[in-house]
């Protein structure tokens, strides 16, 4: 599978933004799909994941409350809400995929397939 994000920008805080990652492939129904974010100077970090099915996510305790992950397999893709934003949330944010039965994946290096990110960056 190919995964592209796509849907960053400059946001003031408190805003809002929504990251699409679209999938080519007609197995995208089979992945667990994650968001991941990386700031700059800083370690890549599990933001939030969603299963194959959509029926069950994981979020970081760093923006639980705040985003939100969604899937639309009919459209081969995933979704990541974006509300109250903060400066800290600044990062390139990636999606990845792997196929597997279960979802609370929050390890990069168990990911077998990434989209090339999309830069968020929010104001103060």
């Known amino acids: 599978v190919q995964l592209q994000a796509s849907g960053g920008g400059l946001v003031q805080a408190g805003g809002s933004l929504r990251l699409s990652c679209a999938a080519s492939?007609?197995?995208?129904?089979?992945?667990?799909i994650g968001w991941f974010r990386q700031a700059p100077g800083k370690e890549r970090e599990f933001v939030a994941v969603?299963?194959?099915?959509?029926?069950?996510?994981y979020y970081a305790d760093s923006v639980k409350g705040r985003f939100t992950i969604s899937r639309d397999n009919a459209k081969n893709t995933v979704y990541l809400q974006m509300n109250s934003l903060k400066p800290e949330d600044t990062a390139v944010y990636y999606c990845a995929g792997l196929i597997s039965g279960s979802y609370a994946y929050t390890d990069k290096n168990e990911y077998d397939y990434w989209g090339q990110g999309t830069q968020v960056t929010v104001s103060s």
């Open positions: 969603i299963s194959w099915s959509g029926g069950s996510t």
């Open positions: 492939g007609r197995t995208f129904s089979r992945y667990t």
